[in-house]
């Protein structure tokens, strides 16, 4: 059986995130990149540049909380909590602050983000705000399955609506903050992941 150590991370909810600088995420330390790749990977401090929220800042129920896992080598991040729709509420996610505004290369912007994920059958959200999102119910959003093996998705950004205009179009650039989420109705949260790329 595969050595597993949990390090508990305490998020709060009125946690002020560090500010992202330069050039493109600080999701951690080790991003690794490529020329069509930009990997960020978890790893054992990764939750000095996330924060998890839930909708008890707006007064819903939702519990839950963000660990940073490891499996052998592997770190991963793992959302796991009670969503309640309960008091207009019905999410938890972990979130952190990125900018893209330097992220154009040739000529060519990034095209989308890929996750190594696993869960429990459940669907899960990304949201993505921009900097022209005016309140924090103003966002990017696109859905995707977890299932209990590792698996790698890709979520193009013309997938991605936006929640009060579905014509608007989703720059890369402006890109302000890169959440992962688990809502919209009663269930049990159980995600897990392990690597962000965004890709060109």
Do not use: C
């Not at 952190?96 to 429990?120: I, P, Q, T």
């Not at 959440?179 to 995600?191: E, F, P, R, T």
């Amino acid at each position: 059986m595969p050595f597993k150590s949990i390090i508990k991370i305490k998020f709060n909810h009125f946690l002020t995130l560090f500010l992202m600088t330069v050039l493109m995420l600080s999701f951690n330390s080790k991003a690794v990149a490529d020329e069509n790749v930009l990997a960020y990977p978890f790893t054992a401090d990764s939750g000095k540049y996330w924060q998890y929220v839930s909708d008890r800042v707006m007064g819903g129920v939702s519990d839950g909380k963000v660990n940073i896992e490891q499996d052998g080598e592997m770190y991963y991040a793992r959302l796991t909590g009670n969503v309640s729709t309960a008091n207009n509420g019905g999410f938890i996610q972990l979130r952190a602050s990125v900018s893209f505004a330097n992220s154009e290369k040739d000529g060519k912007n990034l095209k989308g983000v890929r996750l190594n994920v696993r869960g429990n059958s459940e669907t899960y959200y990304i949201h993505i705000r921009t900097n022209e999102s005016w309140s924090p119910s103003d966002y990017y959003a696109t859905t995707f399955k977890a299932d209990e093996n590792w698996q790698m998705i890709d979520l193009p950004f013309n997938k991605f609506e936006r929640r009060w205009s579905k014509n608007s179009t989703l720059d890369p650039k402006k890109i302000r903050s890169f959440g992962i989420v688990a809502y919209g109705k009663n269930y049990l949260s159980d995600l897990s992941v392990s690597t962000i790329e965004f890709y060109y």
